[in-house]
């Protein structure tokens, strides 16, 4: 078990921790959120030891075992993936020695084999408890699940990534099965199928885990207890990431309230000491209320983070058809990357590209931004489709010359521009920092300029690869924001499966040189893969079977019902742009409703006929139509779930 009592640690001066409070125990599993510099690594970095406390403790029991992954690249001596994997339990490498030791000894028959012998299979028994025998299968698993394949288990890791180093020392940690992990960004190196293993794994993973992590989708699979650090203490919060938004919101507002009361109440109370101060005959009023000041709560309010507080416009609403794939093939050397593919996307439609590193995601939002050309097949892009594509290496794009603003404004669309400075203001851009030169930012700086440049420029089809990169939970919940306003077609591939579960209304998973594609968001795809892959030996081995019968289906009617599918797609998405419309109008009439009934509650209202008459008339107006909107959003959400029900009854998902 974890202790952690009255922490305090201070940065210059500047507290950053102030009496942290925290226990975790056996098996808990405990997700640490917080604003960037916050504090949440220096506490990881306290827990270790790595830096001492200004004041407070940290306890453990003896002989607990500490598992830590730091976010940082790790230096590595040298050796083998495996080896690395295996120096997880070094105990094991310890008890090999000894034996080899003994059993040469006990070769020599000398006068204490006796006691050799005995104390041989002592260190056997030992051997086989702490898991000799097994641990180079398991480590091979592991590491297996991580992404290596079994010619990297005897790769040098020098000559790896940095991102696949870490994946080694991962895989080091999760073979020492600690007491506790402490897991810093553990999905930042990984791919989606090596970040859905580690997550199953850490599932049935017996000790503690106390982990910091942007990936929200990965803290709701893991985490059942929130705490966040937000200047300087520590927040408990019970439930997932969602249930923690949640929480988060309602506290939030009722401490604004709060201290409005409290505001309002001090200056009441100033003003009446004030007044009489210097009255003999209030002196003890005026005491009295200056002992009352005294005593008042101090509450600290947290200003809220800046929202995106604009929508994405298109300049040129595109035609139906955005993008038609025809047996596109590609390849860079002898491989096919992927080899007759077809894909349809239509205007609106909302679509995430998922698969394993490597199967050729980026290469295809490069086919499309022109950036390469199909061997085979074609690629169409629709009549008057403009494409505004957002690379992972987009930077090498920019003019390292032009300040950031003049980078922006370059190809910024006209109505945009008097909206540059909020967009920059959300990307951590503000005051005199949208004058600095693109050459003197950092890699994740020039990310976000990028990341502006293509969301305020006049295109109808953004197609994005990796947009959350570099990006805090503030500006990734920004980001979503505008997208979901946003009335052109998107195309996005993301390891931020939340992010994709708000954004997406199909996934197109890449496998083995084709595409498979799933009508709804990430966690439909997830939970219909599953179910897929638990039939699939079943239907290769009953060839009569419907989805045999469907591997015989003609071109023609893989086309009609490809067809289907794109109109219901269609109309799916004009229903949820009609359904948010209605909601926006709704919410503006309920506002209105509600100061109109504050209006008409005043008796100075009703003095005469005529100051009652407009207003009885607009909230008559304004109930009548409140009404009907209420209608349309009942009938839009039948409507709606209508088309979800022919979608899964058409692709049998």
């Known amino acids: 078990m974890l202790q952690i009592h009255e922490?305090?640690?201070?940065?210059?001066?500047?507290?950053?921790?102030?009496?942290?409070?925290?226990?975790?125990?056996?098996?808990d599993r405990v997700a640490l959120v917080g604003p960037n510099g916050s504090g949440k690594t220096t506490l990881f970095r306290l827990i270790t030891g790595e830096l001492t406390p200004k004041s407070g403790r940290v306890d453990m029991p003896k002989k607990f075992k500490l598992g830590y992954l730091p976010q940082e690249e790790i230096h590595v001596k040298g050796g083998t993936v495996l080896e690395m994997a295996a120096a997880g339990r070094p105990r094991v490498r310890e008890l090999e020695t000894e034996l080899g030791r003994l059993r040469n000894a006990c070769d020599e028959k000398t006068i204490r084999q006796p006691e050799l012998l005995k104390r041989l299979g002592e260190l056997e028994h030992e051997y086989e408890a702490v898991g000799g025998y097994r641990?180079?299968?398991?480590?091979?698993?592991?590491?297996?699940?991580?992404?290596?394949?079994?010619?990297?288990?005897?790769?040098?890791?020098?000559?790896?990534s940095g991102g696949w180093r870490m994946r080694a020392y991962l895989a080091r940690l999760l073979v020492q099965a600690p007491d506790l992990l402490l897991l810093d960004e553990p999905?930042?190196?990984?791919?989606?199928?090596?970040?859905?293993?580690?997550?199953?794994?850490?599932?049935?993973?017996?000790?503690?885990?106390?982990?910091?992590?942007?990936?929200?989708?990965?803290?709701?699979?893991?985490?059942?207890?929130?705490?966040?650090?937000?200047?300087?203490?520590?927040?408990?919060?019970?439930?997932d990431y969602h249930s923690y938004e949640e929480q988060k919101e309602k506290r939030d507002l009722m401490l604004r309230k709060k201290w409005e009361l409290l505001k309002s109440e001090r200056v009441r109370q100033e003003r009446f000491i004030e007044r009489?101060?210097?009255?003999?005959?209030?002196?003890?009023?005026?005491?009295?209320?200056?002992?009352?000041l005294e005593k008042m709560e101090d509450i600290q309010v947290v200003e809220p983070p800046p929202r995106l507080s604009f929508q994405l416009t298109v300049g040129t609403t595109s035609f139906k058809d955005v993008l038609t794939l025809s047996n596109l093939s590609f390849r860079y050397s002898e491989k096919w990357i992927f080899q007759d593919?077809?894909?349809?996307?239509?205007?609106?439609?909302?679509?995430?590209l998922v698969g394993a590193n490597g199967t050729g995601k980026t290469t295809l939002t490069r086919l499309?931004?022109?950036?390469?050309?199909?061997?085979?097949?074609?690629?169409?892009?629709?009549?008057?489709?403009?494409?505004?594509?957002?690379?992972?290496?987009?930077?090498?794009?920019?003019?390292?010359?032009?300040?950031?603003?003049?980078?922006?404004?370059?190809?910024?669309?006209?109505?945009?521009?008097?909206?540059?400075?909020?967009?920059?203001?959300?990307?951590?851009?503000?005051?005199?920092?949208?004058?600095?030169?693109?050459?003197?930012?950092?890699?994740?700086?020039?990310?976000?300029?990028?990341?502006?440049?293509?969301?305020?420029?006049?295109?109808?089809?953004?197609?994005?690869?990796?947009?959350?990169?570099?990006?805090?939970?503030?500006?990734?919940?920004?980001?979503?924001?505008?997208l979901q306003g946003y009335?052109?077609?998107?195309?996005?591939?993301?390891?931020?499966?939340?992010?994709?579960d708000k954004l997406t209304d199909r996934i197109i998973e890449m496998k083995e040189g084709g595409l498979r594609a799933y009508w709804g968001n990430y966690s439909y795809y997830?939970?219909?893969?599953?179910?897929?892959?638990?039939?699939?030996?079943?239907?290769?081995?009953?060839?009569?079977?419907?989805?045999?019968?469907?591997?015989?289906?003609?071109?023609?009617?893989?086309?009609?019902?490809?067809?289907?599918?794109?109109?219901?797609?269609?109309?799916?998405?004009?229903?949820?742009?009609?359904?948010?419309?209605?909601?926006?109008?709704?919410?503006?009439?309920?506002?209105?409703?509600?100061?109109?009934?504050?209006?008409?509650?005043?008796?100075?209202t009703y003095r005469d006929g005529k100051s009652a008459a407009a207003p009885q008339k607009e909230y008559a107006s304004v109930r009548k139509e409140l009404e009907g909107k209420y209608g349309v959003w009942e009938a839009v959400n039948r409507e709606l779930d209508d088309i979800l029900e022919c979608i899964a009854k058409q692709t049998g998902n």
Not at 418 to 431: A, C, E
Request: proline share 3%; charged share 30%; no cysteine.
């Open 7 to 27: 922490l305090e640690y201070a940065v210059a001066g500047r507290a950053l921790l102030k009496s942290i409070d925290l226990t975790v125990g056996p098996g």
């Open 135 to 160: 641990l180079e299968s398991e480590a091979q698993s592991i590491l297996s699940g991580l992404g290596f394949s079994t010619e990297d288990f005897h790769r040098p890791l020098r000559d790896m």
């Open 187 to 239: 999905t930042n190196h990984l791919d989606l199928p090596a970040i859905e293993w580690l997550e199953q794994y850490l599932a049935r993973f017996r000790g503690g885990i106390v982990l910091i992590s942007h990936d929200r989708y990965f803290i709701d699979r893991l985490v059942r207890d929130i705490h966040e650090l937000e200047q300087g203490n520590l927040r408990h919060y019970r439930g």
């Open 276 to 292: 009489f101060r210097y009255k003999a005959t209030k002196a003890a009023q005026v005491q009295s209320r200056i002992k009352q």
């Open 341 to 352: 593919v077809d894909l349809n996307i239509s205007r609106g439609d909302r679509v995430a």
């Open 368 to 482: 499309i931004a022109g950036q390469l050309r199909p061997q085979a097949g074609s690629l169409r892009l629709g009549k008057r489709t403009a494409v505004g594509y957002y690379a992972q290496h987009q930077v090498d794009s920019l003019n390292l010359e032009a300040t950031i603003y003049e980078e922006i404004s370059s190809s910024v669309a006209d109505h945009q521009v008097p909206r540059i400075r909020d967009v920059l203001g959300t990307f951590q851009f503000s005051g005199d920092d949208v004058f600095k030169k693109i050459r003197v930012l950092s890699g994740g700086e020039k990310a976000r300029v990028s990341l502006a440049k293509i969301l305020l420029s006049p295109v109808n089809f953004l197609v994005m690869d990796e947009p959350t990169n570099h990006l805090d939970m503030v500006s990734i919940e920004a980001l979503e924001h505008a």
């Open 487 to 500: 009335a052109g077609t998107l195309l996005i591939i993301s390891h931020d499966r939340y992010f994709l």
């Open 526 to 604: 997830l939970e219909k893969r599953g179910a897929i892959s638990t039939e699939s030996n079943s239907a290769e081995e009953a060839p009569d079977s419907p989805r045999a019968a469907e591997g015989r289906k003609t071109r023609e009617q893989k086309r009609r019902e490809a067809e289907i599918r794109q109109e219901y797609s269609r109309k799916r998405s004009r229903l949820k742009v009609e359904l948010m419309q209605t909601e926006e109008r709704i919410e503006s009439l309920e506002r209105r409703k509600t100061e109109l009934e504050v209006v008409l509650a005043r008796p100075e």
